[in-house]
Every structure is written in structure tokens, then in C-alpha cells.
T-cell receptor
Framework: RKEVEQDPGPFNVPEGATVAFNCTYS??????FFWYRQDCRKEPKLLMS???SGNEDGRFTAQLNRASQYISLLIRDSKLSDSATYLC?????????FGPGTRLSVLP | DAGVTQSPTHLIKTRGQQVTLRCSPK?????VSWYQQALGQGPQFIFQ???????QRGNFPDRFSGHQFPNYSSELNVNALLLGDSALYLC?????????????FGEGSRLTVL
């Protein structure tokens, strides 16, 4: 079983849609959780950290369920510029483990 | 404030050759990690350098080696290149302190092995 697994995608959604991405991790010692965004042929960049209480940043909401070892990302009112690959990242100690990513295409 | 810089941006090698990739971390960062990203995959951790020592290593063969210099810059060396080594090689730096959370990536070095 891979350490971090994500929805295989791709997700093709119309502008204005709400889309949710799921991620599961296998290492119960994981301490920190993140969503990174990677545009085509570019480097990954931090989108947001994920906290147990859930956190929101504008149209983006992240949730963490430690008991189920599950992380989610919700994007509301999606924009064309949201088209990218979304990478779930799990950290323990100095080790950052990336999921395979889920590609999102927002269509006009 | 310069971010993470990598060189070269693109290179083409043939099987059996050796390659060296270079990385300068973001100012103030002392930890450098290297990742391999194959097409359509997430980044895979190769190793991490801190205080000029390899601190952690992923599941990569000994053909992959590295170095960190006193100025925190780093090199990734790959010997005896295989076709399967074709990938984007990403360098990421992070600030001092345990698991601060954000990795800052360079734009990567795209290696093609023919």
C-alpha cells in the first residue's frame, strides 16, 4: 500500500462548480498535512496547511480526520485558474511524502 | 530575495553516462531535499541534506548520491544513467526547525536519458 493515496482523477468540471479531493495516508505517526498545487510543467507550491479543526482560505477548505487517516480539499466556485494538479503531502519529522496528485481541469 | 535556483533546466544524456544537478536554497534555509518526479506522478523523495550530511534517504539506489556545501547549496549526482531515470528532478529547501511545513521548490531540472 502506498504511503499517500489520492483520487486518481482527472476531474473535469465547469466554472463555478464545487469539487472535492480526497487523500488517505498510511503512517499513523504523521504529524503535519498539506495541500500543494502544481501547474503544468512547473514546481509544486504550497496551497494550504491542513489542521485537525479544519481550515478555510477563501474558496478553499481543508479537513483532516486523524482517526480515519483521511484528508480532503474542497474548492468552491471553481475558476479557470484553478486548473492544476493538487498534491496531498504528509509530514513526519523531516520527511515529506507526496501523493501522486489529482489533476483538475476547470472548463469554460 | 532569491528563491530556490536549479541548474541546468534541461539536459539530455545517454544511457550509462553520469549527470550532476545543482541547487541553491532559498536565503536563510539550511536544509535541502531532492525529489524525482516522473511524468504523471507525484514527487518521490530521494534524500535530504542538512549540515553537509545526508540526513534521510528514500528508496533510491546508490547510483544516486549527493553533497551539500558549507553555503548550503547542494548537488545531486546520478551514475550509470538508465532510461528510467528520465524525469524532472526537483530541489526543495526548508527553514531551520523541525517540520516547519513549507517546502520551497526550484523549477527543476528536466533530464532526458536516451
Amino acid at each position: 500500500r502506498k504511503e499517500v493515496e489520492q483520487d486518481p482523477g482527472p476531474f473535469n468540471v465547469p466554472e463555478g462548480a464545487t469539487v472535492a479531493f480526497n487523500c488517505t495516508y498510511s503512517n499513523s505517526a504523521s504529524q503535519s498535512f498539506f495541500w500543494y498545487r502544481q501547474d503544468c510543467r512547473k514546481e509544486p507550491k504550497l496551497l494550504m496547511s491542513v489542521y485537525s479543526s479544519g481550515n478555510e482560505d477563501g474558496r478553499f477548505t481543508a479537513q483532516l480526520n486523524r482517526a480515519s487517516q483521511y484528508i480532503s480539499l474542497l474548492i468552491r466556485d471553481s475558476k479557470l485558474s484553478d486548473s492544476a494538479t493538487y498534491l496531498c503531502v504528509v509530514n513526519y519529522g523531516q520527511n515529506f511524502v507526496f501523493g501522486p496528485g489529482t489533476r483538475l481541469s476547470v472548463l469554460p | 530575495d532569491a528563491g530556490v535556483t536549479q541548474s541546468p533546466t534541461h539536459l539530455i544524456k545517454t544511457r550509462g553516462q553520469q549527470v550532476t544537478l545543482r541547487c541553491s536554497p532559498k536565503s536563510g534555509h539550511d536544509t535541502v531535499s531532492w525529489y524525482q518526479q516522473a511524468l504523471g506522478q507525484g514527487p518521490q523523495f530521494i534524500f535530504q541534506y542538512y549540515e553537509e550530511e545526508e540526513r534521510q534517504r528514500g528508496n533510491f539506489p546508490d547510483r544516486f548520491s549527493g553533497h551539500q556545501f558549507p553555503n548550503y547549496s547542494s548537488e545531486l549526482n546520478v551514475n550509470a544513467l538508465l532510461l528510467g531515470d528520465s524525469a524532472l528532478y526537483l530541489c526543495a529547501s526548508s527553514a531551520p526547525g523541525p517540520g516547519t511545513g513549507e517546502l520551497f521548490f526550484g523549477e527543476g531540472s528536466r533530464l532526458t536519458v536516451l
